[in-house]
């Protein structure tokens, strides 16, 4: 883990590398702490450590994709959840196995990588169609046009007619609601010499690894685990340097012109459609392979996985950072993960196992009851028992309070200027000392 | 010379643009014609029965009132605070929710402790069957509750503009959606704390209807009430938009804010008053949605918005009228696929409409009129 995130570290400027590291650094000493007092033992905190860790880099990741269509060129996409379905599914149909074991869904055999540029290419081009309206529409029709795609996408796998069908002789299905399995997440192989059943046998480093982690207490699961999202992680370095390096090139610096006046840009020789197209094809591919690599090692995906609400989730992430701001993508995927999906239910177990608030009532009116006997017990438990609720409504409740209040999200104004030289280098040599500041705002 | 280039160019490129929209238009019109030809010859070959055809029709009418109902208020918004509200589904599930409870409170009051009264059986121990709650074993009841879903979500609406939308109305149109995703979310999970997040059954007993003559079909009390009330809402709001002052001043600002201030207009007792109406006619579209399928569900409304943007959309923002015939198109075109579409793809067909309706004519049927 820390090796990998020192590689990414190294090739990003000091400051962002450390800011990136500290929220990690902070999230992490905050759950061990959270996790100490719950009493988990070292298998434990090593498996909570490595869920935050994995949903940070997940949401990272297409928190990243969202900020080159929304944060670079300002167009709103809030079919995220749809692309990556469209991204898991593809590549879940081209690998499946042409005769699988009763209950699978049959699919073309295809190999793993195959699978994964299909389903990048196949989110792209249904970005491309989803584009299409984008040139000629405002901000918030494409809003409207991309979560209606989404819900279509998610409506097309749910449905039966599409359970198991063939083209040209070749059986293959999406399984309906019940949803089609994934291939063995490669990372098995490392460890095991068949990936699809660990109980065959380990390999040289299967043995020296599991050996080694077998004397701190760690199982194989876990290592497996932590495996995987270290991968997740190099993931996310590539995808920052991908769009660090687009932001950069000319192309970037056309999109960021588009994003602060469409007509100038324009006026500049720029064909500005073909621009957008391209970029919003891009940004889907990335949303297709963030949900392969997310959804796609789950063994099994169905449409439920794909609610509109993963987006919302997507968008928080992106605004908590800042978005406009690689780095603070990367930032508020792992703050989003952390503090709001799942720090409430650590605090609800904290609570449960420290204060003895008897069985919880079953309905909320009961809770209220209880109130009137001035105990205030009845209504915690039932708060605590139903804490799956109130995080979403916490959720909305930071949405709305950013937007309102931190409309640049908790870094400040990030964005990254549309200038190909850096301005503020050039304001220091001028002698206009310029504090900490490493963006100059060019509005 | 190069400006000369740049002109060829750009008639090149506005020629071309020309000849990709036309066909598109073209294209739409021959689906409709093939289709309406194909129902035809359906009807006349016996592979569809007049009488399902007729069960299409009317539950596609029925659909679309309360769609449109529902879509006046967001048009209305959309049009004179210029975003489009993410939170107005659940503004309707709020208003079904706080009318529902009213009703069930008042109609099973003595039977069933109010507790259990109030959470509506989503969680509790009312239960559809002993409470037994519709409009012709107790009308009182549910008058009394449709007044309340009617004003329960005008302060809700008010609340949340003052809370939320206000203090952004300078903002652009994207900062205020994306507060309104924020405010659909807490408010859909308030619901979901508070009740449960079950789908049980409403009403209860049994519910007289009226054959019609000659197609076969039946319709029951509570369709005729849905029905009766929203076009007695819509007639409403078209009277007060067409002749009062309030109707002029609303257009006035949706044209141009600024321009409507400075001519004195006081636009902040304008915004509340479409809030009112609009946030009026949503609850009432909750509860009469919810006397009609007699089903509630903390989400219902959200899985509703994008039928009533798609509605809104295919009618033209800011077109009450619009909203009302798009409501109307939406419903019908999301039952009349039946006909040639499994049903897991309804929901599908009607996001198409909208979707080709944005491409063929972005500004919608009655575009270019503003709330009015």
């Known amino acids: ?443 | 010379m190069c400006t000369h280039i740049m002109g060829i160019a750009e008639t090149y490129s506005r020629g071309r643009s020309v000849v990709a929209e036309r066909p598109l238009t073209l294209l739409v019109a021959v689906v409709c014609v093939l289709l309406a030809v194909d129902l035809v010859s359906k009807l006349l070959g016996g592979s569809l029965s007049v009488l399902s055809l007729a069960v299409f029709l009317k539950d596609g009418l029925i659909l679309g009132l309360v769609i449109g109902l529902a879509g006046v208020g967001l048009s209305m918004t959309y049009s004179i605070l210029g975003f489009p509200n993410f939170a107005h589904g659940d503004y309707i599930s709020s208003g079904a929710f706080a009318g529902w409870a009213t009703t069930y409170v008042i109609a099973g009051f003595g039977t069933v402790s109010v507790g259990d009264l109030l959470l509506l059986g989503v969680s509790g121990d009312a239960s559809a069957g002993s409470v037994g709650v519709s409009v012709v074993s107790t009308p009182l009841a549910v008058v009394a509750g449709l007044v309340m879903a009617v004003v329960f979500t005008i302060a809700l609406t008010l609340l949340i503009d003052r809370l939320v939308y206000k203090p952004m109305r300078d903002q652009e149109g994207i900062s205020l959606l994306i507060a309104s995703v924020g405010v659909a979310l807490a408010l859909r999970y308030l619901i979901a704390f508070v009740f449960g997040t079950s789908r049980p059954g409403i009403t209860g007993g049994s519910i007289p209807g009226i054959a019609v003559p000659g197609v076969g079909i039946r319709i029951n009390a509570h369709e005729a009430t849905l029905a009766i009330c929203a076009i007695g809402l819509l007639v409403g709001v078209h009277v007060v938009l067409q002749y009062t002052k309030l109707g002029t001043a609303m257009r006035a600002m949706a044209d141009n804010r600024d321009l409507a201030r400075v001519t004195g207009i006081p636009t902040e007792r304008v915004v509340r008053a479409t809030w009112v109406i609009g946030g009026g006619l949503t609850g009432a579209a909750g509860y009469l949605i919810t006397l009609e399928t007699g089903t509630i569900a903390f989400d219902f409304g959200w899985v509703l918005l994008l039928l009533i943007f798609a509605a809104v959309i295919l009618g033209g923002i800011g077109s009450v009228y619009g909203a009302m015939f798009g409501g109307l198109l939406i419903g019908l075109a999301s039952t009349v696929s039946l006909v040639w579409i499994p049903s897991d793809f309804t929901t599908v067909a009607a996001f198409l409409v909208m979707i080709f309706m944005l491409l063929v004519k972005p500004s919608g049927l009655f575009g270019g009129v503003t709330t009015a």
Not at chain 1, 339 to 344: A, N, R, T, V
């Open chain 1, 1 to 443: 883990m820390s090796s990998a995130t020192e590689r990414v570290a190294a090739r990003l400027p000091d400051n962002d590398a450390v800011l990136i590291l500290g929220v990690l650094f902070g999230l992490y000493v905050g759950f061990t702490v959270l996790g100490m007092a719950l009493g988990l033992d070292i298998a434990g905190l090593a498996s909570t450590l490595q869920r935050i860790t994995f949903f940070a880099a997940v949401y990272a990741l297409l928190a990243l994709a969202l900020n080159l269509q929304w944060g670079y060129a300002g167009l709103l996409n809030i079919g995220v959840a749809g692309f990556m379905a469209v991204g898991v599914y593809t590549m879940a149909m081209l690998t499946a196995p042409a005769s699988p074991a009763a209950g699978g869904v049959p699919g073309l055999g295809l190999p793993l990588w195959v699978g994964v540029v299909g389903g990048m290419v196949a989110a792209a081009l249904v970005g491309a169609l989803a584009a299409l309206p984008a040139l000629r529409l405002k901000a918030d029709y494409l809003a409207i046009v991309t979560l209606g795609l989404s819900e279509i996408i998610r409506l097309t796998y749910n449905s039966t007619t599409f359970q198991t069908f063939s083209i040209a002789g070749a059986d293959l299905g999406t399984g309906a609601s019940q949803g089609i399995q994934t291939p063995t997440n490669p990372v098995m192989a490392l460890y095991y010499t068949t990936p699809s059943s660990p109980a065959a046998g380990k390999t040289g480093l299967g043995e020296a690894v599991f050996g080694f982690f077998k004397t701190l207490g760690l199982d194989e699961p876990v290592v497996v685990d932590w495996t995987y999202t270290i991968v997740l992680v190099i993931f996310v370095g590539l995808f920052y340097l991908l769009l660090t390096r687009v932001g950069n090139s000319p192309f970037g610096r056309v999109l960021k012109a588009i994003r602060e006046d469409e007509l100038v840009a324009s006026s500049l020789g720029k064909n500005t459609n073909r621009f957008k197209i391209k970029t919003f094809m891009l940004g889907c591919a990335l949303m297709g392979l963030g949900g392969i690599l997310w959804q796609g090692s789950q063994q099994l995906v169905n449409p439920a996985l794909f609610l509109p609400i993963i987006t919302f989730y997507v968008f928080i992430a992106l605004i908590i950072g800042g978005s406009g701001s690689n780095t603070g993508s990367v930032i508020g995927g792992a703050l989003f993960a952390g503090l709001l999906f799942e720090g409430p239910t650590f605090v609800r177990r904290l609570v449960q196992q420290t204060v003895d608030l008897g069985g919880a009532p079953n309905t909320f009116t009961d809770a209220i009851a209880a109130l009137g006997s001035l105990d205030v017990g009845p209504l915690l438990a039932y708060t605590l028992a139903d804490v799956s609720s109130l995080r979403f409504v916490l959720v909305g409740v930071v949405l709305v309070y950013l937007v309102q209040n931190r409309p640049d999200g908790l870094l400040g104004h990030r964005k990254e200027t549309a200038a190909a030289v850096s301005l503020a280098r050039e304001r220091t040599a001028a002698g206009q000392a310029d504090g900490g500041e490493t963006e100059v705002d060019d509005e």
